[in-house]
């Protein structure tokens, strides 16, 4: 599963699971038979009209269905928070790379290149882009710095898996100034570790040294001991009892 790293507001990465090309195959294939539905229910309102004139039926088609067909995702996106219909059936929608919420101009470059992306080669393109990306965009997001997102990612934690850790009553906090971070952070370590601990891969542990290096830096920590990991665990810890 391919993985997008975005900054916290404390400057420390967290990873977000990317949504599957398949994902966003079956959220376009939604999206368009909500506007087939959209249509027929048209067609059904507007047949009284062409009883009495057709050619007043067709304008009314044109004006109540072809602005819609063109600007659904558009107006979708920007105000459903990055999600169409389909989207948010498939539990997926677009941010932003930098961690901002994507702008007016960011979901319209997005737009836009749909033509391209999908239209002019029955998204073909999109479907290349998308599998060959390493962070699943296609042309459109390349543009935009943005991607999809799974909202319902395959391993993610609660705050209650934190506090099961548990720690002794009598156990002194090595790292008082962890309080600095939240909960978001702690979740991000919880999770890092977990997956180093199933997947103990390069790449896993190449995250994982970026984690505890932003860690130090914004804790202000000079000297970080030689194990990673227990360094993480540890951070856990002391957020549990100097902030529970």
């Known amino acids: 599963m391919k993985k997008a790293e975005?900054?916290?507001?404390?400057?420390?990465?967290?990873q977000y699971e990317m949504a599957s090309l398949i994902q966003r195959i079956l959220a376009f294939v939604l999206d368009g038979l909500v506007l087939t539905v959209y249509y027929f229910i048209l067609l059904l309102l507007i047949s009284g009209v062409s009883f009495y004139d057709s050619s007043l039926s067709n304008i009314f088609t044109y004006l109540l269905f072809f602005p819609v067909f063109f600007f659904y995702n558009l107006f979708c996106e920007i105000n459903f928070n990055g999600q169409t219909i389909g989207k948010a059936a498939l539990g997926i929608r677009v941010i932003k790379l930098t961690g901002e919420t994507p702008t007016l101009n960011d979901y319209f470059i997005r737009w836009t290149y749909r033509v391209i992306d999908i239209w002019l080669c029955a998204g073909a393109l999109?479907?290349?882009?998308?599998?060959?990306?390493?962070?699943?965009?296609?042309l459109g997001d390349i543009s935009a710095n943005t991607t999809l997102i799974r909202l319902n990612p395959e391993s993610k934690y609660?705050?209650?898996?934190?506090?099961k850790i548990g720690s002794n009553k009598s156990y002194e906090p090595t790292y008082h100034?962890?309080?600095?971070?939240?909960?978001?952070d702690m979740l991000?370590?919880?999770n890092t570790l977990d997956t180093i601990k199933k997947k103990p891969n390069p790449e896993n542990k190449k995250v994982a040294l970026e984690l505890v290096k932003k860690s130090a830096e914004l804790l202000q920590i000079e000297e970080i001991p030689k194990n990673k990991t227990q360094f993480l665990t540890t951070l856990l810890k002391d957020y549990i009892v100097l902030t529970r």
């Not at 975005?6 to 967290?14: E, G, R």
């Open 188 to 190: 991000l370590i919880k």
């Open 126 to 138: 999109a479907a290349i882009f998308i599998s060959s990306s390493d962070k699943g965009q296609r």
């Open 6 to 14: 975005i900054l916290t507001a404390n400057n420390v990465a967290i």
């Open 177 to 184: 100034q962890v309080v600095r971070m939240n909960d978001e």
């Open 158 to 163: 609660s705050i209650k898996d934190i506090l």
